[in-house]
């Protein structure tokens, strides 16, 4: 007989957690951020008061499902122009919102923790999702610095997050990310592409029938 009152191996996965053991440039910290969700959450309200979120078009014209804002020097766009990272609101003609001390501070500790030391990021990208908003498969390729991670923050409802390839037609792994989820990209993984599942329709017990990501970028 060896039955062990203390078998652990039914229980939640907990700490870091590699997304690509292959590569090694991907971690998932699951429910990193829960226990900054009061101050994030008044974060990101201070920032969508001065920065409304919005749905941007994308060069080829189309409205973008997912509403975006930005916060700190730099914010990322999209409009008949291209993509870029842009010092002002283009609705404004404003700074973007400084970037929280709460934000920098979660994303410094994210990226440190999955062994990124040092991040500071430039720009933090607000994205709101609500049912049947979703991401196509794309790579994050508008930034100066490829050796900087990609911090991500999930909050609220879940989505299906889409990990593909080195090239668009790779098949992509299906990743659930729940409300606290930090996500660390860097690496060998920071170009792989990427996208999201529609959101399902739902009800978060803090944020309603949303999702909220943040993503932490090193653009300059
Ligand atoms: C993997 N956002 O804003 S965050 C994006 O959930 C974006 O809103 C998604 O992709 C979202 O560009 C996913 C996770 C993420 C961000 C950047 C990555 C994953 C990444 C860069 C490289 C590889
Ligand atoms: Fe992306």
Redesign the pocket.
Known sequence: MNFSLFDDDDLPPSGPQPLAPDTMG?TLLRGFALPQVASLLAAINEVTAAAPLRHMATPGGLRMS?A?TNCGPLG?VTDGRGYRYARQDPASGLPWPAMPAVFQALACEAAQAAGFPGFVPDAC?I?R?EAGAR?AL???KDESDFDAP?V?V?LGLP?T?L?GGAARADKAARIP?FHGDV?V?GGA????????APLKDGQHALLGAQ?I?L?F?KAR
């Open positions: 991907a997912v975006m990322w990208l994205n999702y991401m794309h790579q994050d990609i991500s999930s989505a997050f990990f990310l996500v990209w993984d920071r170009l792989r592409y990427h996208g999201v999702r990501n993503t970028r």
